[in-house]
C-alpha cells in the first residue's frame, strides 16, 4: 500500500520556522517529481513548491520563494519543505504529492494526508 505520511505542522508566530517531512512508503518515489500544496478554510488548493526526481531542480512560486525551500533524500524516501520567516496567510493544511508534473506543476495521483499549519500574528 503507497502511503505518504506528512509530520512537522504545529502553530507558532509569525516570523518564525517550521519544518514540514513526508515520507513515502509501499514503494520509491525515487524517480518522480515531488511537490507541496497546501489548501486554506475556503480557497482553492495552492502550489508551494516542486524538487525533480533527483533534486537537481526546485521550483517555489513568488509567494514563499526566499521563505521556503524544499528538498529530498531519495535514500530515505524522504521530502522536506523548510518554511522560513512564517506569515499569517501562511496557514493551511499542507499536503504532500507524489509523481509532480514538475514542468507544469500538476499534482500527481499520490497524496498524503496533509499537516495543519497556523501561523498567529
Known amino acids: 500500500q503507497v502511503q505518504l505520511v506528512e509530520s512537522g505542522g504545529g502553530l507558532v508566530q509569525a516570523g518564525e520556522s517550521l519544518r514540514l517531512t513526508c515520507i513515502a512508503s509501499?514503494?520509491?518515489?525515487?524517480?518522480?517529481?515531488m511537490g507541496w500544496f497546501r489548501q486554506a478554510p475556503g480557497k482553492e488548493r495552492e502550489f508551494v513548491a516542486g524538487?525533480?526526481?533527483?533534486?537537481?531542480?526546485?521550483y517555489l512560486p513568488p509567494i514563499v520563494r526566499g521563505r521556503f525551500n524544499i528538498a529530498r533524500d531519495n535514500t530515505e524516501n524522504t521530502v522536506w519543505l523548510q518554511m522560513d520567516s512564517l506569515k499569517p496567510e501562511d496557514t493551511a493544511v499542507y499536503y504532500c504529492?507524489?509523481?509532480?508534473?514538475?514542468?507544469?506543476?500538476?499534482?500527481?495521483?499520490?497524496w498524503g494526508q496533509g499537516t495543519q499549519v497556523t501561523v498567529s500574528s
Open positions: 524538487i525533480s526526481w533527483d533534486g537537481s531542480r526546485t
Open positions: 504529492n507524489a509523481d509532480l508534473d514538475f514542468w507544469r506543476l500538476v499534482p500527481g495521483d499520490y
Open positions: 509501499g514503494r520509491s518515489f525515487s524517480n518522480v517529481a
